[in-house]
C-alpha cells in the first residue's frame, strides 16, 4: 500500500488559509490513483474529506468543507494537495493522505477505508 509523508499543518486563525502537502513515500507516479484527505479530530476516526478520481480528476467534498477546500495533485511529483480556506475550529485535526487504484469513484474514495496512515499533519484552528 502507498504511504504519504504529510506536510503543511499548523496553527491558523479563523478566517485564515493553509495549505497542505504530501508526498508518496516512496516517491511515485500517482496515474491511475484516487486520492484523498481524511482528517481524524481527537477522539473519533479517519473522515474523508476532498478526495479525486484517479481518471479524470473528479472531485467529492464533504459538505462541510465544501467551498472551502480545494484537492489537486501532481502525479508525476507523487504529490497530493490541500488548500484550506476560510478556517474554522471545527476544521482541527490531524490531516492524512491516501491513495488507491481499487477505488474508482472520489465520493466512494472518500468513504473508504483500510489504508496504511503516515504520521500525518496536525491542524489546529484557533484565536
Known amino acids: 500500500q502507498l504511504q504519504f509523508v504529510e506536510s503543511g499543518g499548523g496553527l491558523g486563525q479563523p478566517g485564515g488559509s493553509l495549505r497542505l502537502s504530501c508526498v508518496s513515500s516512496?516517491?511515485?507516479?500517482?496515474?491511475?490513483?484516487?486520492v484523498g484527505w481524511f482528517r481524524r479530530a481527537p477522539g473519533q476516526g479517519h473522515e474523508g474529506v476532498s478526495c479525486?478520481?484517479?481518471?479524470?480528476?473528479?472531485?467529492y467534498y464533504e459538505d462541510s468543507v465544501k467551498g472551502r477546500f480545494t484537492i489537486s495533485r501532481d502525479n508525476a511529483k507523487g504529490t497530493v494537495y490541500l488548500q484550506i480556506n476560510s478556517l474554522k475550529p471545527e476544521d482541527t485535526a490531524v490531516y492524512y493522505c491516501?491513495?488507491?487504484?481499487?477505488?474508482?469513484?472520489?465520493?466512494?474514495?472518500?468513504?473508504?477505508?483500510?489504508?496504511?496512515w503516515g504520521q500525518g499533519t496536525q491542524v489546529t484552528v484557533s484565536s
Open positions: 491516501a491513495a488507491t487504484r481499487r477505488v474508482t469513484d472520489a465520493q466512494d474514495m472518500c468513504h473508504a477505508s483500510g489504508f496504511l
Open positions: 516512496p516517491p511515485l507516479s500517482l496515474d491511475y490513483y484516487s
Open positions: 479525486m478520481r484517479g481518471t479524470d480528476g473528479t472531485t
